[in-house]
């Protein structure tokens, strides 16, 4: 009897992430930011389980941001949060758009971009973006 037991394996690749948020006068009056399909990568995955993206905050401008990927809306915090994706394979595109609810006393102006990135199989850490 022969048996193979295959590792779960999850990598990030960045095509596309803003290097700024800008924050208009227009933003703090309305309360947020939208930032549509900002972010692009490529995710390979070979868990049929899925895979978690971790979302960290960078830079405290917002108290909440919405997170829309794929027909999907997540709302995490300022201390960040993952979000389950159910499919598996190499090199799947990921678009993600934001709303950033901006936090009380932020001005206008050029932010770093306040996000980073990160994909894990469920229940394994692994590489970062």
């Known amino acids: 009897m022969v048996s193979v037991t295959v590792v779960a394996r ?11 948020l800008e924050v208009s006068a227009a933003d703090v009056a309305r309360g947020y930011v939208e930032v549509p399909a900002a972010t692009r990568l490529l995710v390979t ?10 979302v960290w905050p960078q830079v405290q401008v917002f108290s909440t941001v919405v997170v829309t ?14 979000i389950f994706d159910p499919r598996w394979g190499r090199a799947m595109p990921l678009v993600l758009s934001f709303r950033f609810m901006l936090a009380a006393g932020v001005k206008p102006g ?8 990160q994909v894990d199989p469920p229940g394994i850490s692994g590489s970062s973006e």
């Open 69 to 82: 990927h794929g027909g999907y809306e997540s709302q995490l915090g300022t201390d960040g949060g993952e």
């Open 110 to 117: 050029t932010y770093p971009w306040p996000l980073k990135f």
């Open 45 to 54: 995955n070979t868990s049929r389980r899925g895979y978690l993206l971790s």
């Open 10 to 20: 999850t990598t990030l690749d960045s095509e596309a992430s803003p290097a700024q």
